[in-house]
């Protein structure tokens, strides 16, 4: 695609609740992030898939976050039993190989949590 | 644990005023850094980025920054700034071992007074 496509664009949700957010990565790009945006905090790592090789869940919160990367490309973050402390921008970024390269940002998922 | 420190969380200047934002990381070795830069409403985007040679690297609007390696940072300049500057800007580093993940720094919000 011409671009890191995230969905939804916003989502609030209740307390408890489950949620799911996408991130199609631009088309070839082999290197894949999820980085929280929240006030005072910046771009929190949250998790890098790259290539074939097992993600890196270092920046994982606790254990209600998950993702997974299917055939390498479209990408999904779960938060399980949501918190009002998840309330953040959620972004997601790709780049076209294990590289220096610059990163490519989608337009983020803006999560409220009631 | 390796991080990127930005001093400055909230900058105020008027128009023409110069700008210095600075930045420091603790990772060992060789470092690629970056300066990326969300204005209002707009995906994160680059402004300027250093592999190697040159230390003072050239980007785009007029921003310019320096690597001083023995002090581990990566400030960035401008001259003279414009009320169009007005927006977060966020330092990033990753290296050529660990499959160049990227961490970014908190930010810094800059406005700009007309």
């Given amino acids: 695609g011409a671009g ?111 | 644990a390796q991080s990127v420190s930005q001093h400055n969380h909230h900058v105020i200047l008027s128009e023409a005023a110069s700008l210095e934002l600075g930045c420091n990381y603790s990772y060992g070795g060789t470092v690629n850094l970056f300066w990326y830069v969300q204005y209002p409403g707009q995906h994160l985007q680059l402004l300027l980025k250093y592999f190697s040679g040159d230390p003072l690297v050239k980007g785009i609007k007029g921003f310019e920054a320096e690597f001083i390696k023995s002090k581990f940072s990566f400030n960035l300049r401008k001259p003279s700034v414009q009320w169009s500057d007005t927006a977060e800007y966020f330092c990033a580093v990753n290296r050529n071992t660990g499959g160049f993940k990227t961490i970014f720094g908190a930010g810094t919000r800059l406005f700009v007074k007309a």
């Fill in chain 1, 4 to 114: 890191v496509s995230q969905s939804p664009s916003n989502k609030v949700t209740e307390k408890g609740k489950d949620v799911e957010l996408r991130c199609d990565p631009i088309s070839g790009h082999t290197a894949l992030y999820w980085y929280r945006q929240s006030l005072g905090q910046g771009l929190e790592f949250l998790i890098y898939f790259q290539g074939n090789s097992a993600p890196d869940k270092s920046g994982l919160p606790s254990d209600r976050f998950s993702a997974e990367r299917t055939g390498g490309s479209v990408s999904t973050l779960t938060i399980q039993r949501t918190q009002q402390e998840d309330s953040a921008v959620y972004l997601c970024a790709s780049r076209r190989q294990e590289s220096a390269e610059k990163l490519f940002f989608g337009s983020g998922t803006q999560l409220s949590v009631l």
